[in-house]
């Protein structure tokens, strides 16, 4: 029960994210505001708080503008439905069974990484839906992306420190584990402090290498925008985990191009998005990324 339950309430908040998602994507490539209300695009009438339910509205119209008739098209339902997928699949991995039970500040943790990730995973939709359509990976998504979540990692980062700090000082020993009597506070804080730096380094590590090949392939083999989404990756996985992302973003790149090579698709030197692939091999790395990490070591070990 409490399994379909979660599913649900991921799936709900996912359609809601994927409406998002498909409007600041269609937005961010035509250049238009982001704020102000949703229009239709052949008549622009504006779109009433009725005609904004995911999957709903555009069942109860049969796919057509409420105003004028016009058919919408079938991505929107397409990408809340694929948003909806994700959020839920990331609800019943993250959230425990317990969660409404944990104490305030390991569940303020958890509500707060929770939102984070649904934010990653609507920005790598975004970036899913633009590159596919138009070939780019709009600066005005990357670059907000990586200053937001730059600020929530130093945030999270603050409020575990302070966290490690309440509990010691209210602890029956808590004076004698700080400085100057124990280190064993500063050991900790620097748990904290060292993931931080990791992920930052990992981003200007992957920015330097897509940096690299744009250079060496002078622009053919890979874009600008590419290399903003990796920096983008890179500092919300981290190393190794980031690394994972960009080898399965590589493969499934790789596969896709011969298939498509293989059907007369595509001919040798033209170029796909590569976009989607970063994309999609950090979604599948936020899911899977350890069962994979720990998969290779196991296998390296054996």
Known sequence: MYTWFILGLGLLFGLLLGSLAKALADRSVSNKSFWGRSYCESCKHKLSWYDLFPILSFVFTQGKCRYCQKKISFEYPLVEIITGILISILFYFYLPTNFLTLPVFPLTILVFDLIFKAFVIVVLVIVLITDIKEGLIPDRIT???????????????????????????????????????????????????????????????????????????????MGGGDMKLG??????????????????????????????????????????PFGPFLSLGAILTIFWGEKILNWYINLKLG
């Open 143 to 221: 670059y907000p992306a990586i200053v937001i979540t730059f600020f929530y990692l130093l945030f999270i980062s603050s409020v575990k420190i302070y966290m490690l700090y309440y509990s010691t000082i209210n602890s029956s020993i808590g004076l004698y584990l700080l400085p100057p009597q124990s280190d064993y506070y500063l050991r900790h804080a620097q748990d904290i402090i060292v993931p931080f730096l990791q992920n930052i380094l990992t981003s200007l590590g992957i920015g330097l290498f897509f940096l690299s090949l744009i250079l060496a392939t002078k622009g053919r083999g």
């Open 231 to 272: 920096v983008f990756i890179g500092l919300v996985l981290g190393f190794p985990l980031a690394v994972i992302s960009l080898m399965l973003g590589f493969l499934t790149g790789a596969i896709v191009g011969i298939l498509l090579l293989i059907i007369g698709k595509k001919k040798f030197g033209q170029t796909i």
